[in-house]
Every structure is written in C-alpha cells, then in structure tokens.
C-alpha cells in the first residue's frame, strides 16, 4: 500500500460534503449542537497531501487541523505546502491508523475520505475504535466507502482490469496497462447490445474522464471491500457510535423514487433497513456516512425550523426573467449544466439573491427579509409573508445539494477590480504545480496552462491591461504553449488572450479567489 501511493500518489482535492460548515450544519438539521466549525478541532485519517484540510485550515484560522497520512512521498508533498503557507493550525504528519494512541487527543470532527473500504477489516475496526475514543462529546465522523448493490457491475471491471494486469507488480507499469487495456475495450463493449454491455459503457465513460490515480486505487490496488449499509451500521453501533445521516442528504427520502417506491419502504422500521432497501433501488455504489457518539442526542424526525439559525449560499445561475408574482416553474441552473426547478415566488427571490452574492453565506433571517421585500416590489405581498414555506423550499433545495447551509454567516471579498490579487493559498498551489485552486466553499478549479500563469501574477501589483499585455508576450516568445490558440494577427491573440483574463478573474471573483 505504502509503495503504491508513493508511486502514483492519489489526487488530493477539497471534499466539499466533508467540510466541517456542512458537517455542523447536517448535525444541527438532527437536533445534534454540533461544534462549532470557525473554532473546529478537526483531524482527518489518510489526508494524502493535504488537498482537503490543507483549504480548511486557511478558511478557518481559530480552528486546528492535523493530517495523518502513511504515504511518506504525500506527506512531503503536504508539508512543503505548509512551509510555504506558513499555517500554524495545521500539521501533517507520516503515521499507520494502526499505531495511533490516545496522545492525539479530542476532536470535533474527524474525516475518512476513501480509505474505508480500500483496507483490510483490522483497520476498517481501527478506524471506529479511534472515532469511538477520540470524538467529542457532540462531534461528528465522516466516512466514505463503496456499497454494495452498485459496485457488483463496478467490480466487473475492476476484476477485468486485475486478471489483464495479474503478471504486472511495478505500479506505473500496471496502470499504463490498465489505460491502455481500456482504450481498446470501450469501443467493442459499444458494439454489443447487452444490459451487462449498458453498465459497463457508462463506467468506461466515467473513467475516460477520471485522474489516473482513481483508476489504480480504485481499481488496481489489492483490497477494495464494498459494505452493505445495513451490516456499516450495525458494525458502528457495536462500536459506540451511531448513524447520523448521509452526507448526501436526499438519499435518505425515498420521495425521491416516486410515491410508490415511498408508501413500499414504510413497512421496514428501521432506518437500517430503510437505508439499505433505499440502496437496492438506486443501485447505489458509494457513501458518505456521517456518525457520532452512541449517547449523542439525535434526532431523526427533521424539523425545519432548525434551519432558521443557519446562513445560506447557492452557486447557481438564474433565469432571465423570474416571475415573482405566481407560483409558475423556473429553471436555475447548477455549475455543472443542471436544472434546478423552483415554484414558490419567495424561494425564487431568495435564489436571485443568493445567486447575485455568492459565494456570501446569507443568515436566513436577512435572507427572508430581502426575499420578501422582492415580492413586495412586484406586488406579491400575501406571499411575501410565507416564511414556512420558503423554509421548506430551502430544505428541498439543500437535501437535493442545490443549496449550500452553513452556521457560519459571512461575506467574501471580490477583490481589486483595478490590480487583481488572488490569495496566498491559491497562489501558492498554482506555483506548486497543484493543478487545482480550492475554493472559498470547498470545491476545486481545475488549472490549464494558462489559468496557472495568470494566478502567478495576480499579486496585486499589476492592472487588468497589465496582466493582458504580460500573457500575450509571454505566448509571443513561447514561455506559454497554448496549442488551440490560432490567431491570425497580432491584435487578435491580445483580443483573445484579453477576453481570457477577464473570463477566468470572474470565475476567480465568484469563487472567493480574489482578495
């Protein structure tokens, strides 16, 4: 294990449902008071290099944050960020999950994201005694892992790909095999009209587009255990622990299925085995399960009222025209293409708010208040008044991930227009080769060639004509290789090069990049 993630070290990005802003959040919808995340202890098992608590700890400075990795090559990794960073609430440290004692101490949160099922059960047992012993009172654990019924078609491949690359031991050389196995397999299995054919095409071509080390970790490496939720939670209820939620709310509704599907669940009375029937009708392949400690108070029975004391943010992009006056559908749409539809007028005026100001966390109460006056301005004013509903639009929303909610209010910088600077992490990562910036709520840009020069010179000290002029003399004299950038003249590559400054300083502004 260790050999392998030194040699092919896994991606190491921001897991936004692992935040420590949404994990406090989800605690608080189940009646958990769960700590408070800005001053948040928090240590997450098998961190790689730190792609996701590294972006915590510089969001939440009161807060403190330890990494534990065994890979050594991810922790040298981890810790020449930290160097340059020059962080002092954050350590990364070389350890075996096997070896770790009570000398760690308490924390309020504590994340396991993709180890779970990809080690043997000593340490899957391992990994709960240490949330039983070292969770606070009222913290939270986070811990993925691949589920049975939807890893059976997964697991074809991945036995597929471990039978081609039996007689390959060199890590590289087996991933380079596995690559290339699959090139060449995709467009048969397109050829054959089968139901088996069908599953296998749309993992193909979800791996056509996955990072390399996805690949070997998850389809290479010698240990990859799917659970079935049902028997994970039984396992963490004898180990003092208990099922909170997944991270993935809506997965817990079986409205979601359809009504028939939702009256058919109602003779299970467990939530054991609600969530297990649950994943044998969506086939589900992977979760993310939030757990706590056996005497915490939870409760299951939502109330959303809770959700009057949290703040909300919403990456959307909204229509056009939004009509506020009748409750007639509109079709917001999510960064990743989606369509989110919304009803309520004061849901939509809430959403046209959140859309303008993200990524601002907006506390309800001043989030209800401009929602209403909205409708006010259009005349709608009885429905103006309907603070229940938009509460229940918003949970919608939020369980559907449409809607991000966190306890903590606050509001972002859009930087210099003039002489746009970008924060010290993101610079940093950028300089370091990183190849992703993480956001300000937790997610990642991917990084071209371009994008990484001009967050090198985003320091403040150069205006937008600067910066413009700067990268077009740099693809001049070839210190920038851009292969899809054709222009006929001179003037066109500055309009060109123009037109991509100011694309990406606007992503960079929404996203909490600039200072």
């Known amino acids: 294990m260790t050999d392998s993630y030194d040699e092919i070290p896994y991606q190491s990005i921001p897991f936004t449902d692992s935040d420590p802003e949404n994990l406090a959040a989800l605690g608080q919808m189940f009646g958990l008071d769960a700590p408070d995340p800005a001053r948040a202890r928090v240590v997450e098992l098998g961190c790689a290099s730190g792609g996701n608590l590294v972006p915590m700890a510089f969001r939440l400075p009161e807060g403190r944050f330890l990494g534990v990795e065994l890979a050594a090559r991810q922790v040298a990794d981890g810790q020449r960020l930290l160097a340059e960073l020059g962080l002092d609430n954050i350590r990364i440290e070389q350890g075996d999950i096997m070896e770790l004692d009570e000398g760690i101490g308490e924390f309020d949160y504590i994340i396991t994201h993709g180890v779970y099922s990809w080690v043997p059960p000593a340490v899957q047992a391992r990994i709960l005694d240490l949330c039983a012993r070292h969770l606070s009172p009222r913290g939270i654990a986070y811990i ?60 193909l071509q979800r791996l056509r587009t996955s990072h390399p080390s996805y690949l070997y970790h998850e389809y290479l490496e010698a240990w990859n255990q799917p659970q079935f939720v049902s028997e994970f939670i039984s396992t963490v209820e004898g180990h003092g622990l208990q099922y909170m939620c997944d991270a993935d709310l809506k997965s817990m509704f079986p409205s979601v299925l359809g009504e028939q599907a939702e009256s058919w669940l109602e003779q299970f009375e467990t939530l054991a085995e609600q969530e297990q029937y649950l994943d044998y009708l969506g086939n589900r392949c992977f979760r993310q399960s939030l757990l706590c400690r056996a005497g915490a108070p939870l409760s299951h029975d939502l109330d959303i009222g809770r959700l ?45 708010e959140l859309t303008a100001c993200y990524p601002d966390a907006v506390p309800f109460p001043e989030l209800a208040e401009v929602a209403a006056a909205r409708l006010r301005a259009v005349g709608n004013d009885r429905v103006a008044e309907d603070v229940n509903g938009l509460l229940s639009e918003l949970f919608i929303l939020f369980t559907h991930q449409a809607v991000g909610m966190t306890p903590l209010p606050r509001r972002h910088s859009r930087g ?71 222009p006929t003249t001179p003037e066109k590559l500055q309009g060109q090069v123009g037109a991509n400054v100011k694309r990406f300083l606007g992503l960079f502004a929404r996203q909490g990049i600039l200072v």
């Open 308 to 352: 009057r004391t949290q703040s909300f943010f919403a990456n959307l992009d909204a229509p056009a025209k939004v009509n506020l006056r009748k409750a007639s559908s509109e079709a917001f749409i999510r960064a990743g293409k989606t369509e989110v539809q919304v009803r309520h007028p004061l849901a939509k005026a809430a959403l046209l």
């Open 416 to 486: 210099d227009a003039e002489r746009p600077r970008a924060h010290h992490l993101a610079r940093t990562q950028a300089a370091q080769g990183i190849g992703h910036l993480a956001t300000a709520r937790h997610s990642t840009i991917l990084l071209d060639d371009f994008s990484v020069r001009l967050v090198s010179y985003l320091d403040g000290t150069r205006t937008v004509p600067e910066l413009i002029a700067l990268l077009t003399q740099d693809i001049r004299a070839q210190l920038l290789i851009l292969p899809n950038l054709k």
């Open 144 to 203: 993925s892992y691949n589920t049975w019924p939807g890893w059976r078609m997964r697991g074809v491949i991945r036995d597929l790909l471990l039978y081609h690359t039996r007689d390959i031991q060199d890590p590289m050389q087996k991933l380079d095999k596995a690559i290339a196995f699959l090139a060449g397999f995709e467009p048969v299995v397109t050829q054959v009209e089968t139901e088996a054919a069908r599953f296998l095409r749309e993992d």
